[in-house]
């Protein structure tokens, strides 16, 4: 039996999207219940050179919809990037995973062979709808939400692996 694109990335990002919002809710609970400023974990990274969680949260946003949109043959919704509140990240989340789910299987179905091209560092890259999805999109959109997973567990969040997967 075949995945469809869509099966492959609709429903992906929807769930992954989810699991992430839960944890956001986590990442707040724990800064409420321990007297962190939450503005503390939305503006904490990794590293110096690394985007912090608000960014990550927004780039992860930006993958998802850009790449259903992209597969859809559809304008990729824009979004200013100005949150800097889990509410607001929450927000944030919560429209993208709306249109992911306006998104339908015969507008992304068929997209395999599909030219998607974006500008990288100034460049056009081209690659085919299925390679775009399997080897940049979803690997581009799991970085981002597993490093913002990272900085919220790194600044001590409780937080699993059944966090990051969701339960079945």
């Known amino acids: 039996m075949s995945i469809?694109?869509?099966?492959a990335s609709i429903p992906v990002f929807v769930r992954i999207l989810g699991n992430l919002s839960t944890i956001l809710d986590k990442g707040l609970a724990h800064a409420e219940a321990k007297k962190i400023d939450p503005s503390v974990f939305v503006s904490a990274r990794l590293a110096p050179d690394m985007h912090p969680l608000a960014r990550q949260i927004q780039i992860a946003s930006d993958a998802a919809k850009g790449a259903a949109a992209r597969l859809a043959g559809v304008d990729v919704p824009s979004f200013p990037d100005t949150e800097t509140t889990f509410g607001e990240l929450r927000e944030r989340i919560a429209k993208t995973v709306d249109f992911l789910k306006g998104v339908t299987p015969d507008q992304v179905d068929g997209s395999e062979e599909?030219?998607?091209?974006?500008?990288?560092?100034?460049?056009?890259?081209?690659?085919?709808g299925q390679a775009f999805l399997l080897f940049f999109a979803l690997p581009n959109f799991f970085f981002h939400v597993t490093t913002a997973y990272d900085i919220l567990r790194h600044n001590g969040v409780e937080l699993g692996k059944m966090d990051f997967l969701g339960r079945p």
Do not use: A
């Open 114 to 128: 599909r030219t998607i091209t974006l500008k990288i560092r100034g460049e056009d890259v081209h690659f085919p």
């Open 4 to 7: 469809s694109m869509y099966q």
